[in-house]
């Protein structure tokens, strides 16, 4: 449709985004200055001489080309901000690692063509990173205070200006609030988990802007920036902040060029994705390049900007031959989440999305004169309110290219757009779709916008130049790397049934892994989807994406966590998460990914859009992350209990089967099971529990004990973890019999020990226990699948009959579903008791069941189980946290000496107590009454007696506590106390 500029405008402002076709210049739209997006704002990229030489030694060359960097890196920077280039001269350079490049003013150069880093083995690791690897540290920050700040604007008023002179580096803020995401239609969105799924939520899509204070007005409290932005600040919608970088860490002057980037895959297999995956990402960087850059055969990208890099040209760069699945995430060549991002004259093929724009890319960034051959899916805007993208004279011939409300390609999309503009873009179609009061739109005009804009500035461009490097500068000849001893292990025994580490008990809080759900942004994601160590979210690392495995190892431990359990999520994607079992349409995946322990066999097409799997091979980064996560909690002091597999994809409802790896449908393998799944009408639910777990069929039973044997291959030798068969393993007694039996035949093999944990039913736990063979392998039981009901019935759900756990739950207590009611702290007291007794070199790891830790402590068990009630039948249950922290300052040198001993308090109904050898210390919990007798004679006569009140967390001296028959001591008041007794 034909319509005039004032037409489009006009309807734009009513609704929402518009196509122009015009035979005269048009106007920008949007009243955002794109110009402002490139190195230094738009200017050229500059020439800097080579300071040093580099040739490939024809090993593996990571450590020989890092020294190089950082030897230049610590050169002075000169007056032109540069300290110079380094000259990779002719050759092909093998790196099995990754290439940093953090300080300011390097340039890392080669020989266009002549020049080839070859990123090899099968990590999927970044080939190149660019940036600080920590935010800067920012102060507190200042209101905006103007009604209004429109799109575009370069000034605004702020309550006070005195912490933002001419110079500053800021960070300013645009909320995003739920009156706003109303506003929007993104929330309250139509469909199952929708809230998970396609909601926005307040946080998650915050708008920030880096920016350098140009002007102060004090008088007026107005202060001018250097760049504009790209969405309006509205007070009705929480309006924005500003606040001053303290220590500017981020670097400034990086660039890299005249590159060949190659990575090495199996070439016998056209879809391998066990490979790097991006060639150059660029994040918390200032005035950076990346030009004359050929990537190929990367799974990704050839460039990734996040979301920190700022004033970035990416230019005549070409992203060839991507191997990968064709899916999302995969062959986004060029993706931008940063700001004052300019990609010019840059080419890709067989794209999944040639030109990206990702989540809140704050802009204004460019896309100049680029263009795409074979393209597999629309280039453009895909995840969420990508601000002050201009996509000018691009090319996409077998695609579209749009900006559009889209919940297809993204987790939560929706408006992937705003105050946008598709400016002579030629492709298959053409869309552009904003929200009223930030319209997209698609123009036809007959002369350029970026350019113009530049020029309205004062900026000339140039052709950019790459020295020639002519004379070659001195050869780099890296000295012998120092290597740096590994961090001291912290193995785990276990000692009267409870967990030790150097001499101190190990008792502390247990997390369980998230298994399902997914959110893609960085601000929100661990708030609303927790953490897990085989979660990848391709380009990003960080809390809730892709974890940063040390940072993770040190926020559980900084939180109290000692115990982590793991396993296999419960799909690979987040479209399942709605819940159905229909096959996808396509491979458009929403990450982040929950990549499962089997392989790709890059043949075919599962459930979920990609290709078969393979489950009698592995999938390398899955045990890669779990063996790097393990050394970590040795080191850090954690244990983690390892699951194979997840019950949960075997029992319940369909959608818990229909992406599952071993589902026929998904898999390549004779695996015996029934296809099409024995789906109840409706697929509400599917019983194949019995048929997965069962070892009759011999290649099931081969394909079961060759994946056992490989999570041994990889894991045995970790001291500081512990295997299960499954999580919630609702399955028959035979298969973890199998289970052991397999482990024990790989311990016979390799001379090891390996510790077993049992999370089953009673009945199964009490099969095994009563095993003369099969026990000794067993370390830890979960007991969190039996309990005593407050009338002291005993609840305990049999495995083995395709129901699982939280099934008979929910059948036996309406309302309820992963836990049963609440129960009493004698009820725990006794169920932990019972087994105890019998077998007190086991760590048993009781459910609190709403009764607190106290009744675990005192039972003897060795820490609590990951899964809670959800309510207590008492409003003074003691606090896990202070009742940790009373353990760490009391007894952590004497607690596993402790036992649960009967007969030297009177009343052993309300007063339990430990103790151990003549010198050990006593701990009495005393529930209730005003004192408590002595039934019989301590080993001493006198001790000295320390109160703890479990309500409170407050302790107070005891005057001098006879130990003798009959005492009585009087208690600070009627309620539960804990009474210390020490020599």
């Known amino acids: 449709m034909v319509v005039s500029l004032r037409q489009v405008l006009v309807g734009a402002l009513l609704a929402s985004g518009c196509c122009i076709a015009a035979a005269q210049a048009a106007k920008n739209p949007v009243s955002i200055d794109f110009s402002f997006a490139g190195f230094e704002a738009g200017k050229p990229i500059p020439s800097v001489a080579a300071v040093l030489a580099v040739k490939p030694s024809g090993k593996d060359d990571t450590a020989l080309l890092q020294s190089a960097i950082d030897h230049i890196s610590a050169m002075p920077v000169q007056a032109n ?49 660019v940036g600080s690897h920590t935010d800067s540290e920012i102060g507190d920050p200042v209101a905006i205070t103007d009604e209004t700040v429109p799109t575009g604007a370069r000034s605004f008023k702020v309550a006070d200006t005195a912490a933002f002179p001419v110079g500053t580096h800021i960070v300013v803020r645009r909320p995003s609030t739920i009156e706003w995401i109303k506003s929007l239609g993104m929330t309250g969105l139509p469909g199952t988990f929708a809230n998970a799924r396609l909601d926005w939520h307040p946080r998650s899509h915050d708008l920030v802007w880096d920016r350098t204070v140009t002007a102060v007005d004090a008088a007026s409290g107005r202060i001018e920036i250097d760049a504009p932005i790209t969405t309006a600040l509205e007070k009705r919608y929480g309006g924005g902040t500003v606040a001053a970088v303290r220590t500017n860490e981020t670097p400034q002057h990086i660039g890299i060029e005249a590159l060949t980037l190659e990575s090495a895959y199996d070439t016998h297999f056209p879809k391998d994705e066990e490979h790097s995956w ?18 190929r055969h990367f799974v990704a990208s050839a460039v990734r900007t996040g979301l920190r890099a700022r004033r970035i040209t990416i230019a005549d760069c070409r992203f060839e031959a991507p191997i990968s699945e064709v899916g999302g995430y995969r062959r986004q060549a060029f993706v931008v989440y940063g700001q004052q991002v300019l990609v010019e004259r840059c080419h890709s093929e067989a794209g999944m999305n040639d030109f990206a724009t990702g989540l ?195 926020r559980l431990k900084a939180k109290g966590v000692i115990f982590l359990q793991v396993g296999p999520g419960l799909w690979y994607e987040h479209r399942r998460d709605a819940h159905m079992i229909d096959h996808e349409p396509d491979g458009n995946v929403w990450a982040p990914f929950f990549e499962m322990p089997w392989a790709r066999s890059g043949k075919g097409t599962g459930w979920d859009g990609l290709s078969l799997f393979d489950v009698s091979h592995y999938n390398p980064w899955y045990f890669e992350r779990h063996r790097e996560f393990a050394k970590l ?117 390799h001379h090891r020990h390996v510790r077993l944990a049992l999370t089953t039913s009673k009945q199964t736990t009490d099969a095994i226990l009563a095993d003369p063979v099969r026990s000794k392998q067993i370390a830890a039981v979960d007991m969190r699948y039996w309990i005593y009901e407050p009338d002291g019935t005993l609840f305990a759900p049999k495995a083995g009959e395709n129901h699982a756990f939280r099934e008979l739950i929910s059948k036996q207590f309406p309302g309820y579903t992963d836990t049963p009611p609440p129960t009493t702290p004698e009820l725990v007291y006794k169920q932990v008791r019972e087994y105890r ?36 039948l008492y409003k003074d249950n003691p606090s896990d946290a202070m009742i940790d922290q009373f353990i760490h300052d009391h007894l952590a040198t004497a607690l596993m000496k402790l036992s649960p001993v009967d007969g030297i308090v009177s009343d052993a109904t309300h007063n339990w107590v430990l103790a151990g050898a003549a010198n050990d210390p006593v701990l009495i919990d005393t529930r209730s009454g005003s004192n408590l007798t002595l039934a019989k004679a301590l080993p001493h006569p006198a001790y000295h007696g320390l109160w703890f009140n479990p309500r409170t967390g407050t302790s107070k001296e005891a005057a001098t506590i006879s130990g003798q028959a009959g005492t009585v001591i009087e208690k600070p008041d009627a309620g539960e106390w804990l009474l210390l007794l020490q020599q």
């Open 360 to 554: 809140l890319a704050a802009g204004p960034n460019v896309f100049l004169d680029c263009d795409a051959s074979g393209s597999l899916g629309a280039s453009g805007a895909f995840e969420g309110w990508a601000s002050g993208v201009l996509y000018e004279n691009v090319h996409v011939p077998d695609a579209s290219v749009q900006l559009i409300l889209d919940q297809t390609r993204a987790q939560g999309a929706g408006w992937t757009a705003a105050n946008s503009v598709l400016w002579n873009v030629t492709a298959k179609s053409v869309e552009a779709k904003g929200p009223p009061e930030a319209p997209n739109f698609a123009i036809h005009s007959e002369q350029p916008l970026y350019q113009v804009e530049l020029a309205a500035r004062g900026i000339t461009t140039s052709a950019d130049t790459i020295p020639q490097d002519k004379s070659t500068p001195p050869l780099f000849k890296a000295e012998r790397p120092t290597s740096t001893p590994e961090p001291a292990e912290h193995p785990f025994s276990i000692v009267n049934g409870r967990f030790v580490m150097d001499g101190q008990v190990a008792w502390g809080e247990s997390q369980g892994e998230a298994w399902w759900k997914g959110d893609t942004s960085p601000a929100t994601a661990v708030l609303t989807t927790g953490s897990s160590i085989t979660r990848f979210m391709p380009g990003q690392v960080g809390p809730g994406l892709t974890e940063d495995l040390p940072e993770f190892a040190t």
């Open 633 to 749: 909690a040795a080191q850090q002091g954690l244990i983690v209990y390892f699951d194979l597999y997840n019950d949960h994809n075997v029992l319940e409802i369909g959608p818990h089967w229909a992406d599952f790896p071993w589902r026929p449908a998904n898999n390549i393998n004779d695996t015996g099971l029934p296809e099409p799944p024995p789906y109840h009408p409706g697929g509400t639910r599917l019983d194949v529990g019995n048929e997965f777990f069962s070892v009759s069929y011999a290649p099931l039973r081969k394909l079961h004990h060759d994946y056992i044997l490989h999570v041994l291959d990889e894991l045995g030798d970790m001291p500081n973890v512990i295997f299960g068969a499954a999580y919630q393993y609702a399955g028959p007694l035979e298969f973890e019999q199998f289970f052991q039996d397999t482990v024990a035949e790989w311990e016979k093999q």
């Open 278 to 295: 991006i060639a150059i990402a660029l994040d918390h960087v200032e005035d950076g390049w990346v030009r004359q850059v050929t990537a």
């Open 81 to 129: 901000g540069f300290r110079g280039a380094i000259l990779l001269e002719a050759g092909q350079y093998l790196v099995g690692g990754q290439l940093h490049l953090r300080a300011s003013g390097v340039v890392l150069r080669g020989r266009g063509s002549k020049t080839t880093l070859l990123a090899t083995g099968n990590n999927r690791r970044t080939l190149i990173e």
């Open 837 to 872: 007794d019998r077998y007190p070199n086991i760590a048993f790891v009781p459910m609190e069941s709403g009764a607190g830790p106290l009744p675990i402590l005192m039972g003897g068990a060795a820490s609590q189980s990951s899964l809670r009630g959800r309510t207590s």
